[in-house]
């Protein structure tokens, strides 16, 4: 019978989807743990490089009542250009994992459109590039390759270069967004201001009494070194959270279609054997049906 | 002589986490050294060798590009770029050495700078 067949035919291509979703978690679960590694080892660095910031930071603004002045520091009340970095992952099969940033990062655009703020836009990522050259929205970078393997020269490079826009005056603000590892089953979207350094995050407690020598003697110079650090850090920490997040979506994503693969062989199965079942019987009333006129 | 502790991390992670004599480091305007104490300071570091001396005395050279330190009265943090550790018990040293050199000279900072710590590194190989 032609049904039988078919369902035949389905349970086969079911189970080959199985094994490719299967394959897929597996291979996203090994290269997890290593994206892992990498960022518990970037953590204590970008943890100290902070708090080392912190603590020039809450310097300087103890020595100078009306605030930090320096360009990093300088906090427009009204931006009138923002630049958004955003990042993505190259690959899609994870979820709602890139739609989220995508989704934040359009609902970013319009609150600030609706300031009369200009948007510029830089993706890191091959999805959220798609998606915004498919809506026809203009974007100033596109970074395809490096939330798959994120490398800090190349992170640094491009963040400089956003840095730089910011210090000749072209953007008044930087964010960076990007959906973030919390635990193997949750993401979290993260809108980061890169530029200025949002003093407001950084904790300036004044218990430390100590007075804090500098060298250089010039404040600026160590400033802006580590300024320039700091935001090529948290580029980088933002690119392998990222994409450990990505990692474990995908994990998600394939486990879910596993099963659900697993779900459907199990009900085609079902099917399937009262389809036999039912050809078996009108068989045999065939057969009895033909016996008994016979008779 | 009096311990302190002395903490050197780069974006790999923590390579160096323990209780130090002494350490030289190559601020960005001179190399300076820290004993326990110290009083609190923030320097810049400039392409150079970091020598710790340890609590057995024995020496401890690290390469590094560039950087930044904390010191205060209890711990010594430095927040390096790229490191390379030189120590005497090393088997593979010559290409620990080497590996130094590459990294010094991959720095953007004036070849003065790279010329005095690479020919440190190569003094620093000799005597271990």
Partial sequence: MANLKEIKRKIGSVKNTQKTTNAM????????????????????????????????????????????????????????KVDIVFITADKGLCGGFNFQTIKRTNQLISEYQAQ????????????????????????????????????????????????????????????????GYINMITQEIRVDQILPVDTSKLELNSASTSELEVEPDDDDTLLDALVKRYIEYTMYYSLIDSLAAEHSARMQAMDAATTNAKEMVKELTVKYNKARQEAITTELIEIISGMESMK | ME????????????????????????????????LAKH??????????????????????????????????????????????????????????????????????????????????????????
């Fill in chain 1, 25 to 80: 978690k597996l291979v996203s679960s090994a290269k997890f743990k290593r994206t892992e590694e990498l960022a518990k080892k970037s953590r204590v660095y970008a943890g100290k490089l902070t708090e080392l910031l912190n603590e020039i930071a809450q310097k300087m603004q103890q020595s100078n009542a009306e605030g930090i002045d320096n360009i990093y520091f300088r906090n427009v009340e009204n931006p009138k």
């Fill in chain 1, 116 to 179: 009369d703020v200009k948007v510029r836009l830089r993706a890191v990522g091959r999805k959220g590039i798609d998606y915004f050259k498919f809506n026809n929205v203009e974007l100033m970078n596109e970074v395809i390759g490096l939330s798959a393997a994120p490398e800090f020269k190349q992170a640094a490079e491009l963040i400089s270069e956003v840095a730089e826009s910011y210090v000749n005056g072209e953007t008044d603000k930087i964010i960076l967004i990007h959906n």
């Fill in chain 2, 3 to 34: 311990l302190m502790k002395l903490e050197i991390v780069t974006p790999d992670g923590v390579i160096f986490d323990a209780e130090v004599k002494q350490v030289t480091l190559p601020g960005s305007e001179g190399e300076f050294g820290v």
């Fill in chain 2, 39 to 128: 009083a609190t300071l923030v320097s810049l570091l400039d392409t150079g060798v970091i020598v710790i001396e340890k609590s057995d005395s024995s020496e401890l050279a690290v390469a590094i590009n560039s950087g930044y330190v904390k010191v205060d009265e209890e711990k010594t943090t430095c927040i390096v770029d790229g490191a390379v550790a030189l120590s005497g018990d090393d088997s593979d040293l010559a290409k620990a050495l080497e590996e130094a050199k590459t990294l010094l000279k991959s720095t953007e900072s004036s070849n003065t700078a790279i010329a005095a710590a690479v020919s440190k590194v190569e003094h620093i190989g000799k005597s271990l």
